[in-house]
Each structure stands twice: as structure tokens, then as C-alpha cells.
């Protein structure tokens, strides 16, 4: 699990939509858009001993750049030498669960009649309905579009549910090895609680298995957890998310 997501933000730093730092430590990266997924930090493996000093060299000179940044930990790359500087700082964590099933068969979608679930490439719609369903700003859908676009579909590939042929919500795999990583599960406000999050969570998961995946990985929000345990997802660790944010 903490590989395939720490390798999907490598991948990230070493586009052209960013400004990777240059630590071999941590994947970090940076950019002038006041969006906390363009300034990230993950994937923090620091020498014993310098856990707190290291944590207070990047989370101060991100605070000092004044934009919204996100620090993304799993277990093997926080410690609580990590966590007490960043919450000394004001930037406590958001738990999060780390969940992992077994993929081992065929999962029912449970489609309903009138929906429609099919492989997207990275269109401008997929991307606005993953941002609606998120709640992120309009000015991220471009640079998030670009960004997305990056990646071959061999290594991320996303799904789109319509409704009556509109796009309502949308669901991405990032695959490492034989794991699949289920990211991007939205869907927009007025199509919520009709088991579209749990359809197109089991078409991905579908997919991935044709694709040579054994395992599926994802991290659940508070809404989307139980979904995610219907589908035979367990939690195994915690993935917590430190956001910064500058006083208006």
C-alpha cells in the first residue's frame, strides 16, 4: 500500500507540472498554485536522529512559501518525532485508513438501470466531475487535467459512470506490480447514495484483475469507508493527511 501510493507521487515529481526538491529522503515538490496537491510531501524515510530536524526544514520552508501544502504519512515513513514537530506547528492529522482487499474473482457492479460505467482517458469531463465530487476549486481542473494526462494508461487508467449519458462520477487505478490503487472515487452531489461509489469501485477493481492485479489498495474517507468494507476491504494502517493551511 505505502508503495504504490508513494510511487504515484514520484511519478508526479518528475513532471514538468511541478518543482521537485531535490532530497533523496522524501518525495516533495512544489508549485504557485494555492492547491495543496501541487505542494506535497510524501514518502519521508529520514536518517535516525534527524527525524525532527528534517520535518522542520521542509514543513518551514513550505509554511514560508504561504500555500496550501499537504504531508501525506504511512506507517513506515512517520515517526513521532515527525508527527510532534508538525503538530507544534499547528498541523495535526486527519486519520485516514488504509484498506486492502484480496482480489481473487469477478465482483458484482450492482449496475442499476440507466447507468453506464466505461474506461475514460483524461478528458476535461472526467476531470470536472472528479473536482465536483471532491469539492476543489474550478481553477485546479486544467492543471489537474494536465497533470493526470502524464501518466500512461498502463500505469493509471480511469473509469466514468454516466447517467442518462451524463457524467456524474469517476474512479482512477494506479497499478505497481501486481497492486491496484484505487484513487479518485467521487461523484457529484445531486447523483450521491444511489451506489454509484460502490459500482464504479467494483468495475475498477474488475478491471485490474483482467490487468494482472492480486490486490487491491485504497485510502477511505469517512464517507466512502463503508462502501469500501461492503466490497471486502479491511483496514490494515493508517495513512494520515497533515494539511497546512495560511490564515485568510
Known sequence: ??????????????????????DDDVVAFTRDLAFPLFNAICGARFAAGSEARRTAELVDGYVARGLPFLWWATPSTMTPEM????????IDPRPEPGMHVRLAGPVDARLRAGVDISLSPVTEELVA????????PDFVVEPLRLALADFGPDVLFHVVARVGGEAVSTGSVF???RTAGVYNIATVEPARRQGLGYAVTATLMNLAQRR???EAVLMAS???????????????CQTPQYMWVPSP
Do not use: K
Open 175 to 177: 497499478v505497481t506490480g
Open 1 to 22: 500500500m505505502e508503495e504504490n501510493l508513494i510511487a504515484q507521487f514520484r511519478l508526479l515529481a518528475g513532471t514538468e507540472h511541478v518543482e521537485a526538491l531535490p
Open 212 to 214: 494482472g492485479c492480486t
Open 222 to 236: 469517512e464517507m466512502g469507508r463503508p462502501t469500501y468494507e461492503r466490497l471486502g476491504f479491511v483496514e490494515v
Open 83 to 90: 508527527d510532534a514537530v508538525l503538530r507544534e506547528r499547528g
Open 129 to 136: 466531475v472528479m473536482a465536483s465530487g471532491f469539492g476543489f
